[in-house]
């Protein structure tokens, strides 16, 4: 009998704290999307601007003119292209993270309704314990549900670091991927300066268009890498510092547009990426020693249960 209370206690629990995890990842969901809107918004302003400076550089304009006969106007209008390119490719990119975390939320409210009747399920919970508890008038069956509580929030705790470690060895594969694209770029930029011609300067606007591409898998992977992080229960001298996350693909189309137009440097980019790649490996550390911790606390329980177990048999 009461083995399978225990195990009802268990499962109600699990089903209880997942409801209110949910309910707090849907709201952070909608705050992040709320963002991403008004950032889009932003950079379609910015884009339409940028649009219309390179359209007057290139009209017949009284402005374009003058440019023109000072000997600017070449210089002037390449220095619009590649702030609209960065406009162009931040607009994109927001596009794309609107259109993904509105599917997100989406998916998420049909969860937390499936979830709904756990709150409900943990209040008929608390009854029953309080009911084996005086009706068995022993303090070691007390005890054994304490003992119990502690594990399944333990399994849970070791559950969700697992997890947030998987999210961020996602995260590092998807920079590699980048970094791989952009190493490839770098090298046919310095063969295209010592003469490799148009082949290699396709091939390298090839592995930059390749990297561009990674950006937004790069960006996504980080989004739900901070949202994992949400779940977990870190202590002691911990800096997520996850602002970062939210920036990343601005600060890498910024580096990718400046460094695009020096053939035989991709720096900026790769700099941004190797410093992205080192945060990333720093949280995942903490959160694996995070986990041996928990799996370390976990093992001491059972024990405990263990042993009590076989005093009241």
Known sequence: ??????????????????????KLKLDQL??????????LIRYKTILDDEEQDVNKLESFSLGAL??????????????????????????????????DISEEVLELVKLVKEYQSSDQDYEKLIKMKKEM?????????????????A?????????????????????KSNLRNMSEALHSAKNWGTYDMLGG?????????????????????????????????LDVKVHGNFDLQLSSFDTFADYFFDGLISDWIVQSKINNSLNNVSDMNRKIAGITQKLNIQSELKQNELDAINKSILQFVSEME
Request: positive net charge; proline residues 0%.
């Open 197 to 229: 011609g148009l082949i290699a300067t396709a091939s390298k606007h090839s592995k930059i268009d390749r990297a561009n591409r990674y950006a937004h898998q790069v960006q996504r992977s980080l989004r739900l890498f901070k949202n994992e992080l």
């Open 151 to 171: 594990r399944s929030e333990l399994q849970e705790d070791i559950r969700e670091l697992k997890e947030a470690i998987q999210a961020g060895n996602n995260v």
């Open 1 to 22: 009998m009461y083995t399978n209370i225990n195990k009802q206690i268990d499962e109600t629990q699990q089903r209880h704290r997942k409801h209110k995890k949910l």
């Open 133 to 149: 508890i005086l009706q068995s008038k022993d303090e070691n069956t007390e005890k054994l549900i304490q003992l119990r509580e």
């Open 30 to 39: 909608r705050l992040s999307l709320q963002t991403e809107k008004s950032k």
């Open 66 to 99: 003058f440019y023109t006969i000072v000997g600017t106007k070449e210089k002037k209008l390449q220095k619009e292209k590649q702030e609209y390119l960065a406009a162009k490719l931040k607009y994109d990119e927001a596009y794309e993270t609107v259109s």
